[in-house]
């Protein structure tokens, strides 16, 4: 039986872009293009051409990719005509494979919003399309507000619909652009709509408003829609878009979709999906959502030690897949496993995850024994090894004897100075001093930050000697602080996430009651960390 065809449209550097606190330079949109092409997405739609800077300049230039390369914008506006609209010609004179108009598509938003009449947004819609096609490009009517639009008056909405697919639009796409709507209606309305337009030329643009954007994405295509709007990681305004890193994997993973459909991303660029998922945030210099399904760090971790131990089983077996625990075997979209080390799990754990990081380790080694007892220890006083992978490697590592001692602190000293500038405002400046033995050479580094750690983090890696070139890509991309056991007693625990010029993050670990010892700790396991994944010399 041959399968459909299924489109994948992504709108990350449109609607995307609209995120609160996002703001793509051009070249984070080319980088972000490149990587979306590579994956196989069918259409990207890049921004709207001559609502800012970054936009225009994207579509001065073709920009030669497999995807079609997408512009945004509105159709023209009522009163007057197709010529005679600026705001339309930008659009018109992109280099763009394709053109996504936004069009309304609610009577009540034609009278209100846009004070024109029915019959006047109607022409509207169809003059856009015609004055796009005549240019050559490939047409999209995104009808905004359409299944609100539906409900209030239906033969309208459909009105809209039929304008654009009568006048040659390829897709004409049912947009949830306040994401209020449920699956249900999504998925009756959508049979409804194909009715009278062929499925193959229907698409759907769910928001997350209610976190059904994924469910409704679906609900549209059991009901006969055959192009997908979402984004990467789900961006978008309020609480986001559909999310193409859940919608990828579901349609070539779950045989309901597997079976019935093909996609334009393969097997191989599946496996890449985690990687791309993470480019992203470190792109918006975010932290990847740890819970994120399929591509999360969590997302395959067992934490239950009789879980643990049944999966190792099936491994050992040589089953591949632990299929009992696990609903799609990670590295289907490039994703780890990952076994818990933490005080609930017991030896298969630990042997699992050793066995991950590539130590062979005899289950009854009394080094396991010790291993587990300082995990168990550590843990009591307030580490937490399952968020900090690279510390327990560390800690495995030293146990086993496998970390040289590349360099010693002999002695650090932060200070934080408030003062009174110039202009009589006051201004708090931190300083560190970093005394660093490296074989038989004392260096002492200096450096100011915006704060004690930060100035601690410059000093420590400003010059390490022979190890300096080991450590020039090591970047910080997140830092994070618990106080645990809230009173007195209170213990800091600081957790840092590094990444480096490979693109692999990993988290180190502190505990102190001191913020600054504790931050100090898990810098140190940083750039140890590092040293040893670079293969420096002792
Ligand atoms: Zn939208």
Redesign the pocket.
Known sequence: MSRERLYLFD?TLR?GA?TNGVDFTLADKLTIAHMLDELGIDYIEAGYPGANPTDTSFFAEKRPMHARVTAFGMTRRPGRSASNDPGLAAVLAAEADAICFVGKAWDYHVRVALETTEEENLASIRDSVRAAKAKGREVLL?CEHFFDGYKANPAYALACAKAAYDEGARWVVL?D?NGGTLPHDVENIVAEVCREIPGDHVGI?A?NDTEQAVANSFAAVRAGARQI?GTLNGL??RCG?ANLVSIIPTLKLKPEYAEKFDIGVSDAALKKITRVSHKLEEALNRAPNRYAPYVGESAFATKAGIHASAIMKELHAGIDDPASYEHVPPDTVGNKRKLLVSDQAGKANLLAELDRIGFAVDKDDPRLARLLDEVKEREAVGYAYEAADASFELLARRLLGKVPRYFEVEKFDVSVEQRVNAKGEPVTVSMAVVKVKVGDDVLISAAEGNGPVNALDVALRKDLGKYQSYITGLELTDYRVRILNAGTEAVTRVLIESTDESGEHWTTIGVSPNIIDASFQALMDSIVYKLVKSGAPA
């Open positions: 709108t609607d609209q995104d947009c652009t643009h928001h709007q978008g305004e878009n």
